[in-house]
Structure formats: C-alpha cells, structure tokens
C-alpha cells in the first residue's frame, strides 16, 4: 500500500490568497514508492491513473491561477518580470500538457489501444519542455513558484517513468515481458 500525503493548508488556513496546492503534497507519495513500484512491476494502471489526475489537477490549479488569480500577482512585478512571468506560465503549461499527453498514451497501452512499441515510438514519448529561469523565480509571486516548481517535480516524476519503461522493454526477455504483463493485468 502507498504512504498517503500531507494535503497543503487552503489559503483561508495559511492566510495567504494563493491557490491551495494539493498536488505538491502528492509527490512525497510517488517519489520513493512508486519509483520502486514501476521498476519493479512496470507501469501500472493504477499508477498512470493516480499521475494522470495529480496532472489534472495541477493543470486546473495552474489555469486558475495564471488566468484570474495570479493577474494582481503579475501586476505588481516589474515590467521584464512580468514578462518572465508570463513566459513561466507557458513552460508550466507545456510541462503539464506533455506529461498528460504521456500518460494519456500509457491509458492507451493499457486499454489495448496501443501496443508498447507503439507507445515507445519518438513522437508518443514524453517531449521536451524548457527550462525555468532560476533567476527569475526567486522574484515571482510565492504561488506562481509553487505552481512552477510543483510542474517541473511531475515533469521530472514522468520522464523518469517513461526513460525507465522504455529501457525495461528493450533490454527485457520474452518471459520477463509476459510475467510484466501479467502482473499489470491483475
């Protein structure tokens, strides 16, 4: 069984007017058992469906967010820094759209939709999101941080999975394959 994680304080308890971030308390639940769980195991569906809603939410929190109440936030910057702001918005925004597209086609696999060398072909894999400026995150707003931070850690989460799935199917046997499918049905 999964260790269940800390929820955040809903801004009315912290007295902040940010958003509450529950998915960042999520990540102390997949970081060490779930990594193990997927190398183990491989991907199961179990697993793709608790990162695909962690993902969802982050999404939702993060267009909340940068779309309504992060505007005052971003008004207070400095121009270059609202710049930068916006620009952060957009990596968040490409981050979480690549991490759901990913577990999107793992949903796939598992349905029988797609097979594993399909899922595997360059253009389903997870893509490439840019970097955050370090320098221009210690300036924004507290909430816009954790929302960028928070997308970067589920980036990371994901690319270790689809880095780690990928070598599992190539340098595995035919047994361990059908013993890995087996195990993923059940």
């Known amino acids: 069984m999964l260790p269940t994680a800390p929820v955040r304080p809903t801004p009315s308890e912290t007295g902040r007017d940010s958003p509450s971030f529950v998915v960042c308390g999520i990540a102390a639940l997949w970081h060490s058992a779930v990594m193990q769980m997927s190398m183990d195991q491989g991907l199961t569906p ?3 469906d608790g990162l695909y809603v962690e993902a969802m939410v ?17 008004l207070a910057l400095d121009p270059l820094d609202r710049v930068g702001f916006s620009c952060e918005s957009l990596k968040v925004t490409t981050r979480l759209m690549h991490v759901i597209g990913w577990l999107l086609t793992q949903r796939a696999v598992a349905a029988g939709e797609l097979s594993r060398a399909q899922a595997g072909a360059a253009e389903r894999r997870l893509g490439p999101a840019a970097d955050t400026d370090r320098a221009l995150l210690a300036r924004l707003p507290e909430a816009a941080a954790d929302l960028i931070r928070a997308s970067e850690e589920l980036y990371d989460r994901v690319g270790r999975l689809d880095l780690g799935h990928g070598a599992e199917d190539q340098a595995g046997s035919p047994a361990r394959s059908l013993l890995g499918r087996l195990q993923r049905s059940f």
């Open 46 to 48: 179990k697993l793709i």
């Open 58 to 74: 982050l999404a939702d929190e993060a267009r909340s967010y940068f779309d309504t109440g992060g505007r005052d936030d971003r």
